[in-house]
């Protein structure tokens, strides 16, 4: 066995599976993200009653899970949402939540606490008229920090989340800045991608050539913010293997395995849609991932399913039967496993080819080659959708199309900064 395959069947070894879920308790939302993968915004019409979701925490201890993270749509819009969140802490699992933070009052988040939910994360998409014109609304962003502020005086723990593309990347320093004056304690940021309403904002996002110039940028802030005692913790689809990997996977912690190790969905974490859809992650396509419904199969059930089990077998032959193009041939292949796997399906349509991987940009650009990826088959416009892109590799220097104009290249560094380099 190989080094790497050893350490990857290692990480196997020590899997709890499902021990951390997300759960979407409801898909209404009181923003309008342009780029929200589940295009949030109504309930669905069957979404789980407050018996079946009191059910369901049941299940989830029984099961093993260890965490549950709420999420929305925005899961204060529904109206036993407390209610749950105090039976998650009576159950003994650690209650999380992420929210837009638009309209929490401090009351409401005094409740919050009472209730037992130990940590809350904000999504802030950049400084206001960035975040503003991602979130669909107004006034999203100082209600954002609002809501920051709320959870500083309640004392209840904070972080922040963010989406990383071409509008966000260019106002990161600043954006630490002020979530840092904001009191988090760490911020977890993440690669936008064509899934759901971000399909048709495609000039947001980020092409592959662009990857080196992005991650030097977020290592610089990832830098300081460990100085200063925030994590900055890379999501699942930001990596893999390249100069900064150690520095954002492992935040400050030191150990030689401090890096990507495969794709967990089905196996440390599953997501749960709000009629009682199981997936394996709660961002991958329903349509393709979807375990079943509660409704009609128990937890546990469910979990035994293949299509919660597709990313067992690492470190063997089985565990990268499913690569293809550039991962098939990737040095990494046997470790990376082909990054996140929601990532490279809402690409191309399946999972084992990522064109989000700052190894493969960087190796592309030894070759004097770029990736560039251009949409052929539109979305459908449902929850979680995604079109279909074609991966382009052209000459470095080849020029960008006429009607792209949105290339990141380098951040706005505000003045101070370069006492921090």
Not at 31 to 36: D, Q, R, W
């Amino acid at each position: 066995m190989t080094d790497l395959a050893h350490v990857a069947a290692q990480r196997l070894s020590r899997y709890q599976r499902t021990s951390y879920a997300v759960w979407e308790l409801t898909l209404a939302c009181n923003l309008a993200c342009g780029h929200c993968g589940s295009r949030a915004g109504k309930a669905r019409p069957n979404e789980l009653s407050t018996a079946e979701a009191l059910d369901l925490v049941k299940q989830l201890a029984d099961a093993g899970i260890t965490e549950v993270t709420l999420i929305g749509g925005e899961a204060y819009l529904r109206r036993d949402w407390l209610d749950i969140a105090a039976a998650i802490t009576k159950a003994g699992l650690l209650c999380t939540m992420t929210t837009g933070g638009l309209g929490l009052s401090r009351t409401t988040v005094q409740r919050m606490l009472d209730a037992g939910i130990a940590r809350a994360s904000v999504s802030v998409d950049g400084l206001e008229a960035v975040h503003d014109r991602q979130r669909g609304v107004t006034g999203s962003f100082s209600a954002a920090l609002k809501t920051l502020g709320h959870f500083k005086a309640v004392g209840l723990p904070s972080s922040a989340n963010s989406q990383l593309n071409r509008l966000s990347l260019p106002q990161l320093p600043a954006l630490y800045d002020v979530l840092r004056e904001a009191g988090i304690t760490s911020w977890q940021v993440a690669m936008t991608v064509p899934m759901g309403n971000a399909v048709e904002q495609r000039t947001w996002l980020l092409q592959p050539a662009e990857f080196d110039a992005a991650f030097s940028v977020l290592a610089r802030v990832a830098r300081r913010a460990q100085r200063e005692g925030i994590k900055v913790m890379a999501g699942n689809n930001v990596g893999y293997y390249g100069p900064h990997e150690r520095l954002l996977r492992g935040h400050g912690r030191p150990g030689a395995n401090v890096f990507w190790q495969g794709c967990g969905a089905g196996m440390d974490g599953l997501g749960i849609e709000a009629d009682g859809t199981i997936k394996g992650c709660p961002s991958l396509p329903t349509s393709a991932y979807s375990g079943g419904s509660i409704r009609d199969a128990t937890l546990k059930t469910i979990l035994e399913r293949p299509a919660l089990r597709f990313n067992e077998g690492a470190g063997s032959d089985a565990g990268v039967a499913h690569l293809w193009g550039r991962c098939g041939q990737c040095q990494y292949k046997t470790l990376c496993r082909g990054g996140c796997s929601w990532t490279a399906h809402v690409f191309f349509g399946r999972r084992g080819n990522n064109p989000y991987c700052h190894h493969r940009a960087l190796t592309l650009a030894k070759e004097g080659l770029r990736e560039r990826v251009v949409l052929e088959t539109p979305a459908a416009g449902q929850p979680f959708d995604h079109g279909v892109l074609r991966s382009i590799e052209e000459p470095l220097d080849a020029p960008w199309p006429a009607d792209d104009t949105l290339h990141f290249t380098q951040a706005d560094w505000p003045a101070g900064w370069e006492l921090h380099a």
